[in-house]
Every structure is written in structure tokens, then in C-alpha cells.
């Protein structure tokens, strides 16, 4: 079982930026692949980024050039770099994690609201 932790979310201008973390329990952090969804009241969950366990990182047109994700494994951390945040980005953000072959993502945080003003 892997537990997730998200902090780092609050309330930004257009235009700034925001970094977002995930602590992930457990000693196999290094084996996950990780990745970042949110989602907006009304709207269905989206995928924002995704960083397997060897480095291969996916991201949507939307965000692309825009976020970055990274890992720390002697932190067991994830981060989701925000830089030129528009409006349209504000969510509530999710880290999750799933094991490497397996399709979907098992393992999710509670979400950390991410709000964009304009």
C-alpha cells in the first residue's frame, strides 16, 4: 500500500507560480511511476503530467512548456513545477501512483486546491 500526501497548492495571480508536492510512504518509492491529474468543478478529472520510474515524463498540449514534474527518490517526494498559471488551470490537483506495468493508477492523495485569479 502507498499512502500520498500533497501540499503546496493555494491561491496565485495569472501569470505566476506555484510548486506542488507529493510524500509518498513506503520504501519502493524509486519503483513507482508517478503522476499529476486535476480537476475542475463540473469538468472530469485530467491528466497533467506523468514521470515513470526511468525518467519518462508525458505531458498534455495544455500544460506543456508550462509544468514541469520531477522526483526525488531519497525524499520519496514528487513535485508539479506551475510556471505561467492561467485561470483555466484552477483544480483541485491529485498525485497518484501506480506500480510499473500496471495501466492504471492505484494509488491516490486527497487533492490540493490550486486557484488561478485573473
Known amino acids: 500500500q502507498v499512502q500520498l500526501v500533497e501540499s503546496g497548492g493555494g491561491l496565485v495571480q495569472a501569470g505566476g507560480s506555484l510548486r506542488l508536492s507529493c510524500a509518498a510512504s513506503?520504501?519502493?518509492?524509486?519503483?513507482?511511476?508517478m503522476g499529476w491529474f486535476r480537476q475542475a468543478p463540473g469538468r472530469e478529472r485530467e491528466f497533467v503530467a506523468s514521470?515513470?520510474?526511468?525518467?519518462?515524463?508525458y505531458y498534455p498540449d495544455s500544460v506543456k512548456g508550462r509544468f514541469t514534474i520531477s522526483r526525488d527518490n531519497a525524499k520519496n517526494t514528487v513535485y508539479l513545477q506551475m510556471n505561467s498559471l492561467k485561470p483555466e488551470d484552477t483544480a483541485v490537483y491529485y498525485c497518484?501512483?501506480?506500480?510499473?506495468?500496471?495501466?492504471?493508477?492505484?494509488?491516490w492523495g486527497q487533492g490540493t486546491q490550486v486557484t488561478v485569479s485573473s
Open positions: 497518484a501512483a501506480k506500480w510499473v506495468a500496471v495501466p492504471e493508477y492505484d494509488f
Open positions: 514521470l515513470s520510474w526511468n525518467s519518462k515524463t
Open positions: 513506503g520504501r519502493t518509492f524509486s519503483s513507482l511511476d
